[in-house]
């Protein structure tokens, strides 16, 4: 849209000054400088509006190749046997990361606990490297005033939210990952 706008409005001008030199009283200009004069302006339409596509093209060339440089983070929560829960995360991308800081939050009810601290904020990722964390659910929710199975039990759900941020481009981005409710029953997390 934005080559074509600049193509009309280049398109516009051309033809004010084929206007003003085909109506000008002080050019004074016979008519084969007319035709030339009018041949010369279109043929510098012709490549000013080239290169407003080139030079568009490019600028979206340089933009995919630069998103395909950003480098992508899975999360997945995991429970195995004993409480254990397991926080597997891997780069999928051929780009490392730099600044991976990991945000893990469990909301239940009105309150929100960070586990953020169960990971080393501002780390380095290669490509393609995966990496687990396990973690005593249950045990470690006491260590933090919470009985995970009896606030579930009590009706509030339990729901762990994963996200990160890391720098690309001299920006921060965040990313939303998935989120988890736990399941007293069965004491695992379920995607929700």
């Given at each position: 849209m934005?080559?074509?706008?600049?193509?009309?409005?280049?398109?516009f001008l051309a033809l004010i000054a084929t206007y003003l030199i085909?109506?000008?009283a002080t050019l004074q200009l016979s008519d084969s400088e007319v035709i030339n004069s009018t041949i010369a302006i279109f043929a510098c339409l012709g490549g000013l509006v080239s290169a407003t596509f080139v030079v568009y093209s490019y600028m979206q060339t340089n933009k995919s190749f630069l998103l395909g440089l950003k480098p992508s983070l899975l999360i997945q929560v995991v429970t195995g046997d004993d409480d254990y829960s397991f926080i597997n995360y891997s780069n999928t991308s051929n780009n490392e990361f730099t600044d991976l800081t990991m945000v893990?939050?469990?909301k239940i009810g009105n309150r929100e606990i960070?586990?953020?601290?169960?990971f080393k904020p501002k780390m380095s990722m290669a490509a393609h490297d995966v990496r687990h964390k396990q973690i005593n659910t249950c045990e470690l929710l006491k260590e933090r005033g919470i009985d995970l199975?009896?606030?579930?039990?009590?009706?509030?759900?339990?729901?762990?939210?994963?996200?990160?941020?890391?720098?690309f481009n001299k920006k921060l981005e965040k990313r939303n990952?998935?989120?988890?409710?736990?399941?007293?029953?069965?004491?695992?997390?379920?995607?929700?």
């Open positions: 934005v080559p074509i706008s600049i193509s009309v409005v280049l398109g085909n109506t000008s893990i939050n469990l960070d586990l953020s601290d169960l199975n009896k606030e579930v039990n009590m009706g509030n759900n339990a729901v762990l939210t994963t996200a990160y941020s890391y720098t990952g998935a989120e988890y409710k736990w399941n007293a029953e069965n004491q695992r997390w379920e995607l929700l």
